[in-house]
């Protein structure tokens, strides 16, 4: 898996008024965007946001975030009138692909760590050394 929507988000402010973002004066017709990036990997919104913990997203997971976190800031499909058309028919393929995965193979990550990646204009994941790897058995 990668990063959904991986592009700076641009948006114009205003068509009649100012805006004031994060205390900001933003005068009427500034484009401002935001990495997505940037939000899914910050550590003052999302707990160790660079370690895998798919319990953060499971209603009585150990360390899940909560609801308004999730509504407010997790944005793979983008948000607003600009947001991803197919974000129903792509969760719907994902839920299938990764329970058919899990029912049918075992899955471990192999020799590949976060120091394996680095980032470039802070927002693409690309390997520095070596690419993702896998270990995939069958459940048989």
């Not at 660079?50 to 948000?79: A, N």
């Not at 329970?99 to 994941?125: C, S, V």
Request: charged share 25%.
């Amino acid at each position: 898996m990668s990063h959904g929507v991986v592009t700076p988000l641009p948006r114009v402010v205003g068509p009649s008024s100012d805006a004031f973002i994060a205390g900001y004066h933003v005068p009427c017709g500034t484009v401002v965007s935001v990495g997505v990036t940037f939000i899914h990997e910050n550590p003052a919104i999302y707990e160790s946001p660079d370690e895998f913990c798919p319990e953060r997203w499971l209603d009585g997971g150990s360390h899940r975030v909560s609801k308004e976190i999730e509504t407010k800031y997790f944005l793979p499909f983008s948000k607003g009138p600009r947001m991803c058309l197919g974000i129903n028919l792509a969760w719907c393929e994902l839920y299938l692909l990764f329970a058919n995965m899990f029912r049918k193979f075992e899955m471990e990550i192999y020799e590949t760590g976060i120091e394996d990646f680095e980032y470039q204009e802070h927002w693409l994941p690309v390997y520095r050394k070596r690419t993702f790897q896998a270990r995939i058995k069958s459940r048989r």
